[in-house]
Structure formats: C-alpha cells, structure tokens
C-alpha cells in the first residue's frame, strides 16, 4: 500500500511538473462584456481600479476607446469612426487617439466630467496621445507644418509644445513620469532612431543603443527616471532594455532568444514585456534581479503595462480573439515540457517503480527469513 502511494506521488509530481499552474489560475479577466464579434484590450489601470481600454471590432477591424470603472462606459470620438486609449491617471483622467469628422486622428483627453477633448497638433492634420502623468501633463507626438511628426508635451489645457529631435526630422514621445520627464524615440540626423530621455530644463538626452547596435527606443519612464524599451544588437536582434540612470541593462541577453521588447516599468522597477519567436509570443517580468518568461498560452498575449499595484496589464488570447486581462507580477511561470520530454519521465518514473518493487520484495523476505530463524 505505501509503495502505491509513493508510485502515485511520484507521478503526480510529474505530471504536476509538465503541466504547471494553468494560465486559468494566474491570468485574470476583467469581464468586460462585449458582442460575439468583438474582443477587449487593458491599455493602463490606475490604483482605483479604473481601466483604460479598447474595444475592437474583430470582423471590421475597427476600435473604440473605453473606460472601465464597475461599468463599461463608452468615450466616443472626435466625430469620427474610431478612438482609442493609451493611458489613465490617479484621477482617472485618460488620454488617447480619436478620429475627427474628417477621418483625421487627433489626441485627446477624457475626464468624466469634461468629456472628450481634442488636444490640437502642432501645425498639421494630426496627434497621437500616449501617456497622461497625476497632474494632467500629456504627451505623444503630432504632425508639424512641414509634414513631419514630433513629439509634444501638454499640461492639457494650452498649446502643444515641441520637444524638438536629435537632429533628424522626427520624434515621439511615449512616457511621461510625475517629475514631467519624459521617454520617446527621435531621429539622428543620419537617420537612425535612438531613444531618448527629455528632461525639463536639460532638453533631450540621447540614450545610445545596445554594444553593435545602430537603434533604439524608449517606451515607459517611472518615477526614479528608469527608462525601459528596446535596441537593437550586432546580431541584428532587438533587445528588452532598461536605462538605469547611467547605463542600458540588457535584459533581452538574461532572456536569451528571440526578439524582446520591454513595454511597461512600476515604480519598484519592475519590467515587463513581450518576446517574440518566429510566430510565438511570449510575455516576462523582470523584477528582483530575476528574469520570468511565460511561454505562449500560459501569460498575456498582449502586455500593455504593469502598475504599482503589481497588475501587469493587457489581454490572453482566448477564442480566436483577445480578452481584456491582468496578471500578477510575481506569478509562477509554467514549466511546458515537449512530449518527448514527457514521455522520457514517466519511462523513468516507471523503472524507478519497478525497481522499488524489486527491492521491497527482497527486503520483505530478509524480514521474514530472520524471524523464521528466531522461532525456531
């Protein structure tokens, strides 16, 4: 009877081992309701739980920018067809892209109480909005007079400032933090794009790229000023970065494979991002000095963001569509074993039974031979 259990535990635990914790058990829908043809994406949360999301049309190819707060509220457009969002704040204030009556997007900004707002450009037809910071500074990038686009800094209420390039002919901003220091991508005057770190007062820092490669780009900043996104390499490979302050981290080298790109960082530091291989795409966290990969099916789909409540933010792939999702920073990675590997471990689980067989018996009859002896 112990030997059965044992045999059981045994294989439990390998089978334990080659399925791991389910992507049910460590992913968490938001239950956004929407129409058999549409699918639900988390762009940002703030600490009160208000989402930031968008609501796609999966047939049409179409989007709508929501808002989430116990109830789905629709923001509307411009006057438009499409919208979306990038970003909410503490107040739940939130900032996106909608289209305008004639088909142009512009950036806006949406409060409960003031609705929707068109944030203008900067001399052209069209803004983008991708990051709003607690006290209301927008930022993201516009078309200019001269049919460029560079990026911009608002406090939401006046013009849009120009935060200039690197000497080429194009920017955009992404991230803007509570010390109004922002990140983006603005162009050399060779061409080649590098990320930067604007600072008020100092202007635009270039970041630099990776050892051998020519290009790079920021896509968050927190509030200690680490600057995450992606570069590329000698090899040609992008990489997951983060800008500590003085150097860029590579963290795509701790991942090891494929094309890495970080998205999101908290205000511990703690990065997030997708990895693609070929097709494949699989999400990491880096946070504590440890790398975690989920493979593809077992994390998000989609990794928009991960906020200081440790919620990394954005949707799983589930019905041939996306789901609108959160998953805990400091989830367990799933451990997917091919069917080889796992066929190899039950063979070896099976030998090791048998030999326990083999083995218990003889020691049985040991057992019983001395006291046979004793009787006599």
């Known amino acids: 009877m112990m030997l059965r259990t044992a045999s059981s535990v045994i294989l439990a635990a ?34 009160r739980g208000q989402v930031a999301g968008i609501i796609q049309n999966v047939e049409q190819g179409t989007q709508r920018a929501i808002l989430y707060d116990r109830q789905l509220i629709e923001l509307g457009t411009l006057g438009g067809e499409e ?16 289209q305008n009556q004639r088909r142009q997007w512009r950036a806006f900004i949406y409060s409960k109480a003031g609705g929707m707002r068109d944030l203008g450009t900067l001399g052209g037809n069209s803004s983008y909005g991708a990051a709003i910071n607690t006290a209301g500074q927008v930022v993201g990038f516009a078309d200019t007079s001269d049919n460029y686009f560079h990026a911009f800094v ?106 890495s790109y970080a998205t999101g960082v908290n205000g511990a530091g703690h ?20 790398m975690t990969v989920h493979p593809g099916g077992h994390g998000l789909y989609l990794v928009n963001a991960i906020n200081n409540q440790e919620l990394v933010i954005g949707a799983q792939y589930q019905g041939r569509k996306f789901e609108a999702s959160t998953m805990r920073s400091n989830a367990i990675a799933t451990v997917v074993r091919s069917p080889q590997e796992f066929m190899t471990m039950i063979c070896i689980v099976l030998l090791a039974a048998g030999a326990a067989v083999i083995y218990h018996r003889r020691y049985r009859g040991i057992q019983l031979g001395g006291r046979n002896m004793l009787a006599l």
């Open 154 to 259: 608002s406090n939401g209420e006046g013009e849009l400032t120009d935060l200039g390039t690197l000497g080429g002919n194009i920017s955009y901003a992404s991230s803007i933090n509570n010390h109004g220091e922002i990140a983006g991508t603005a162009a050399l005057s060779d061409g080649y794009r590098r990320a930067f770190l604007y600072r008020p007062g100092s202007g635009m820092i270039n970041l630099g790229t990776l050892p051998g490669g020519r290009a790079s780009s920021a896509s968050a900043i927190n509030d200690e000023g680490i600057v995450v996104g992606a570069a590329s390499t000698a090899s040609g490979r992008w990489h997951a970065f983060m800008y500590d302050g003085t150097e860029m981290v590579d963290l795509g080298n701790m991942i090891g494979y494929g094309d």
């Open 271 to 290: 990065v997030v991002g997708t990895i693609l291989i070929g097709d494949e795409r699989r999400s990491f966290v880096y946070r504590d000095g440890k």
């Open 14 to 47: 390998v089978l334990i081992g080659h399925a791991g914790i389910s992507a049910a058990e460590k992913i968490h829908p938001l239950g956004i309701a929407v129409k058999n043809e549409e699918a639900s994406i988390a762009v940002d949360i703030n600490a």
């Open 83 to 98: 919208s979306y969002t990038k970003g909410i704040n503490a107040s739940g204030t939130i900032v996106g892209t909608a």
